[in-house]
């Protein structure tokens, strides 16, 4: 899998709850597109919860495969017991951008490392059985000039590069604002050009 290719992620978010030795669980599962949007998530969810014994969490920030967006922790809870096995559920999954905060209510009775591990990861695995995940494409943006005749051609070549208008300046030239697949990027390019007679300046940003 390289860095163009599409991966999975959430569309909406996701809540499952039981009880288990009296203690109640709380398990969450939300879209976070990058660790900002995963550092905000779990603060929201402790604010929600400030009684709440516990509030362990982990998020895939990114692309599934990239170690680098990843994060987990045991929030009290003894080392190992919470964060990392929520971390491994996600991963299991293969889906990206998404953060789980399973909130814990303290009901009087210990499980012990082996029960802790079970419930935590166990209510995560509940709400994995509910995700419905969607293809997230890679895009990488283009600036194409092109002649008023020559706009038709140009987009007749959208939906067989997953190509899509961002923005238009209609003057003297037409200054299109394109996003294209990142994989078909190459192609798009050259089919553009061929379309054109090699008329068409294009310009890939980075």
């Known amino acids: 899998m390289t860095a163009n290719s599409p991966y999975f992620v ?7 709850t039981e009880k288990i030795k009296k203690s109640r669980f709380i398990t969450y599962l939300t879209p976070t597109k990058g660790r900002q949007a995963a550092d905000q998530f779990v603060r929201d969810i ?20 990239d170690g680098q967006q990843y994060g987990f922790s045991d929030d009290g809870e003894p080392s190992g017991t919470a964060g990392k096995p929520i971390l491994n559920c996600l991963l299991g999954c293969n889906v990206g951008e998404m953060t789980a905060v399973v909130v814990r209510y303290y009901g009087g009775i210990k499980l012990g490392t082996g029960g802790l591990v079970r419930a935590y990861a166990g209510g995560v695995q509940q709400v994995l059985k509910l995700i419905e995940p969607i293809e997230c494409l890679i895009y990488k943006e283009l600036h194409l000039t092109c002649d008023y005749v020559q706009i ?19 003057g003297a030239k037409v200054v299109m604002q394109l996003d294209v697949d990142a994989r078909h990027i ?14 068409v300046n294009v310009k890939v940003v980075d």
């Open 10 to 16: 959430l569309e909406q978010s996701y809540e499952y």
């Open 46 to 65: 402790k604010a929600q919860h400030p009684s709440a014994r516990h509030h362990c969490w982990a998020f895939v920030a990114g692309r599934p495969s």
């Open 152 to 170: 038709a051609a140009i987009e007749s070549l959208f939906s067989v590069y997953n190509g899509k208008l961002k923005h238009a300046e209609y």
């Open 186 to 199: 190459q192609a798009f390019i050259t089919a553009v050009r061929n379309k054109t007679n090699g008329q």
